[in-house]
């Protein structure tokens, strides 16, 4: 049993295979949180709380004048409301009366097999329902009969546990959550934490920062209406001496792909809270009698073996246990060519096929026709909501122009903007309360473009009822999901002033069951999501898109900052990235180079490539068949920090077995005579001989002098040339 409950000791402890999460019903039936971090026995840890009186620290009534007794020090599982504790709260309940209080204590709990579920939100899911357990833990406020569920699915290979929280209203009137994490992690010893997120900007996604957490209370979060570029839904807390290779790190991944909320904060006593969840701001649900309110999902692992490892585990569980397309394991996903940066909206079908026969001769297996092909589109004033073929581009008509393109050989692929509406179009034309739009308010635009209301059921409606039809109208192989913009105007002609707080989440469920009516519905279809490149890469993503584009800068040296913070969570086969146009002083296989640090594939005008580059390009193409299996699926390195005023900068892919392992480098800031540079290998076995294939002269070593003794990088090479290593075990 991955999930153990002590009946005398009212201890509950979670067990994965390198873990163990313990929590006790505690005084008063309170529920404290007594531990997380390396395996151990199930022994009552409930030693580690240690009481005192605490001045302007409240005492329970019930606590019987016990001074020493204060929610304000005492390490929970889920905190209360007004119930004397100060910190950084897990619910805001506004009850019927008005009153804001809560005091959830002990109630009942379940334990069973397989991973728990929510209404309208993804999950992780199990593909063998006995391997894991999940616990039902009910807290519940006597007097007011609102009851939370603390839901905990023990994911025990994989180091994760998986954790929820469900509110039912008990009571017999309707209450009003303000605010509603869907976890609360505090721990008794914080002082030397170091607080991990992925902060950034539209370009320039998931860099990374790294601050002491302090007595502060630390804020990482998105009022966007989408995860967004500026932040991503992922934190860590690590130990301050925490490197790659050692030391404790607890990383939080949020599945939710709307407004988000994280924060942290170091007590006056040293003890650190997170909690993480639903963004408050503009935030008000009201849940009637009877009902109940889901909260996303948090995915949470923890190592005492480094950062990497903590990827790691994020790695593996994102391949196995989100998305469970063919496209993840089964099915080699194709070198694609976006006719983006080739046509923009300038182009027809007779153009389409030529840049097709274009595209073939350097390796390409797949075109995507992007904007454009729809309603009267020819820039980015109009039409879109009208999800009807162009004709007076498309002039064969799609189902003419896919076949033309399956003849070459080729597969096909289109884009879409499904949540977006034109002012100029037929949709907002026969209906403009589709759009958000606040009354007597005009609604801010960009890029020229409406807000639809993903929380009506008739729009969502429409969206799964037209794009399904241009998706069974031809033999269409992929599709680029795209938004470009953030969301304002929150308002919704669907609901009355009471309930207009409800309208960021209820989007999000929204856009989750449109993406339910037609991925879910298309499991022969490989689907790719993006934000204006990188604004809505998260986990719940991922459970829909097999990938996700990781930005539109396609800039390879930028990208080299993009992929590493993006590697702290997401695996390689994950991170949309291409060779491109820019950078022209970089050379073509230095941009390959870093491109296969994703998922590879071209943004660029095949038809004006020479001879000379169209030979680059097709090795390029076979170069990532070749290492598909071992970019895709094996263990990931980061050598060498970007964001460090380094001279090289490397990473590193090694085959589960270690019987082969890929390195990439490439040169950012050489200088005239510099020394000599080393490039440390990881995760090979120390007693296996490689042969180091690609290097300048034949070179045969062991995994442990290639470890700890290196690979020396050649001198005197121009800036930003790549060098890739393949390692193959020989003996």
């Not at 969206?463 to 304002?488: C, F, G, H, M, P």
């Not at 180079?593 to 097709?618: P, Q, S």
């Not at 990931?636 to 589960?656: G, H, I, S």
């Amino acid at each position: 049993m991955a999930i153990i409950y002590n009946q005398n000791k009212k201890t509950f402890s979670l067990h994965t295979a390198k873990t163990t999460y313990q929590m006790k019903i505690g005084n008063l039936d309170y529920v404290n949180h007594l531990y997380y971090g390396a395996s151990i026995r199930d022994e009552d840890l409930s030693y580690l709380i240690k009481r005192y009186d605490r001045g302007f620290s409240g005492n329970p009534y019930d606590s019987l004048k016990e001074r020493t007794f204060s929610l304000d020090a005492q390490p929970q599982e889920f905190t209360t409301q007004q119930q004397g504790d100060f910190r950084i709260n897990s619910i805001e309940v506004e009850n019927w009366d008005g009153s804001f209080s809560f005091d959830g204590r002990y109630r009942s709990h379940r334990i069973r097999k397989g991973p728990f579920t929510l209404s309208g939100l993804p999950t992780a899911f199990a593909t063998d329902q006995d391997t894991v357990d999940t616990l039902e833990l009910v807290i519940e406020d006597s007097i007011t009969k609102v009851q939370v569920t603390l839901l905990y699915s023990v994911f025990e290979e994989a180091d994760i546990i998986m954790r929820a929280v469900r509110v039912h209203n008990g009571g017999k009137e309707t209450i009003r959550l303000k605010r509603i994490m869907s976890f609360n992690m505090d721990y008794m010893n914080g002082q030397n934490l170091d607080l991990i997120s992925l902060p950034g900007r539209y370009g320039q996604e998931r860099q990374v920062e790294r601050q002491p957490l302090t007595h502060h209370v630390h804020k990482i979060r998105s009022g966007r209406g989408i995860s967004s570029h500026q932040q991503n839904p992922f934190i860590a807390l690590v130990e301050r001496t925490a490197n790659e290779d050692y030391g404790a790190c607890y990383g939080f991944a949020l599945m939710y792909s709307g407004s988000f909320l994280a924060e942290a904060e170091l007590d006056q006593y040293d003890q650190a809270r997170l909690v993480m969840g639903i963004n408050d701001r503009l935030f008000s649900y009201a849940v009637d009698p009877g009902e109940d309110f889901d909260t996303p999902a948090v995915l949470m692992t923890y190592t005492h073996k480094g950062i990497t490892r903590m990827s790691r585990n994020y790695h593996d569980f994102f391949r196995d246990n989100l998305n469970d397309s063919r496209f993840i394991k089964d099915v080699r996903r194709p070198v694609l060519l976006n006719t983006w940066e080739a046509a923009f909206f300038d182009f027809d079908d007779v153009k389409l096929v030529e840049i097709a026969k274009a595209a073939k001769k350097i390796g390409v297996e797949m075109i995507v026709m992007d904007d454009g092909w729809f309603g009267r589109r020819n820039d980015d004033n109009s039409s879109l909501g009208d999800w009807y073929v162009n004709k007076d581009k498309i002039r064969c008509g799609l189902n003419d122009l896919v076949r033309q393109i399956n003849d070459l050989g080729l597969k096909f692929g289109i884009w879409f903007e499904p949540e977006m509406v034109s002012e100029d179009s037929d949709l907002f034309r026969s209906h403009p309360d589709w759009a958000m739009e606040i009354p007597g308010r005009h609604a801010v635009r960009s890029r020229n473009q409406l807000v639809l209301d993903m929380s009506r059921r008739e729009v969502q409606d429409y969206l799964i009822e037209r794009i399904n039809s241009i998706l069974d109208s031809a033999n269409i192989y992929y599709v680029k999901w795209d938004i470009n913009r953030a969301i304002t105007d929150l308002w919704s002609n669907s609901l009355d002033s009471e309930h207009q707080g409800e309208v960021s989440h209820r989007y999000v469920l929204g856009l989750y069951r449109v993406m339910d009516g037609i991925i879910k519905t298309h499991p022969d279809i490989m689907f790719e999501g993006c934000a204006g490149g990188g604004g809505r890469f998260d986990p719940a993503m991922l459970t829909y898109f097999v990938q996700y584009w990781s930005s539109d800068n396609t800039k390879p040296l930028d990208n080299l900052k993009l992929h590493y913070g993006s590697s702290f969570l997401y695996p390689v086969c994950s991170m949309g990235a291409h060779v491109s146009e820019a950078s022209p002083m970089v050379p073509l296989e230095t941009k390959a180079a870093i491109a296969m640090c994703g998922t590879f594939g071209y943004e660029l005008d095949a038809t004006k490539l020479n001879e000379k580059e169209i030979t680059a390009c097709r090795k390029m193409s076979e170069r990532y068949h070749e290492y598909y299996d071992l970019n895709f699926f094996g263990d990931y390195y980061r050598l060498a920090d970007p964001f460090e005023q380094v001279n090289l900068v490397a990473w590193e892919t090694v085959a589960k077995d270690k019987s082969e392992a890929l390195i990439t480098v490439i040169t950012v800031n050489l200088t005239v005579n510099g020394p000599q540079e080393y490039i440390m290998c990881k995760g090979l076995d120390a007693k296996t001989i490689y042969r180091v294939e690609g290097y300048d002269s034949d070179l045969e070593a062991s995994g442990m002098a290639l470890m700890h003794a290196g690979i020396p990088i050649p001198r005197e090479i121009p800036e930003y040339t790549a060098f890739q290593y393949h390692l193959k075990a020989i003996g």
